[in-house]
């Protein structure tokens, strides 16, 4: 039987679907899929590290608050820098 999510797990996985949610319209629906799935069986890394890359491939700008976002987000499931430094800002 699966174990709950405690809180912090929780308030993770809630700002990793705001992540997705605010990101979602800028990718290919399949990338955003798969995001989601990544998160709902909390592999967050693995799901950020894609993400990243996905971003990063479409050359996909992001607004200096949503990158702010994202990046700590990536920090908090240490995501290794060479995923997230080369995001770009509008």
Known sequence: MKRPDNRDSFEA???LNEIGNAV???LPQRFIE?????VAVGEGQVALENLCSNL????V???????TELRDACRRFN???KYWQDVNEA
């Open 13 to 15: 996985k809630a700002k």
């Open 24 to 26: 979602a319209a800028l």
């Open 34 to 38: 798969s995001y989601r799935e990544l």
């Open 56 to 59: 990063d491939d479409c050359n």
């Open 61 to 67: 700008p992001l607004s200096a608050d949503l990158l």
């Open 79 to 81: 995501v290794a820098p």
